[in-house]
C-alpha cells in the first residue's frame, strides 16, 4: 500500500484525464472514486501527455 489516492470511476465519461482525489467522492462530480493502486495512467509519467497527444494524431 503506497497511497490512498483515489480515482474518479466515472472520470472517463466526465472529464478529460483521471481525476484523483484523497475523498470517497468526486469533488467535480460527486461519482464515487475507486482505488487508484493500479492506475490507469501514471500522473508522474513524464511521457504520458507525449504518448496520448501522439495516439490522439494517429487516429
Ligand atoms: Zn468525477
Known amino acids: 500500500m503506497k497511497s490512498d489516492i483515489r480515482v474518479c470511476s ?20 460527486g461519482a464515487p472514486t475507486e482505488n487508484s493502486a493500479p492506475a490507469p495512467f501514471d500522473p508522474e509519467d513524464p511521457y504520458g501527455e507525449y504518448r496520448r497527444a501522439l495516439k490522439r494524431r494517429n487516429r
Do not use: I, N
Not at 466515472?10 to 462530480?29: G, K, N
Open 10 to 29: 466515472a472520470w472517463r465519461d466526465q472529464h478529460d484525464r483521471p481525476r484523483y482525489s484523497l475523498s470517497e467522492t468526486c469533488p467535480d462530480c
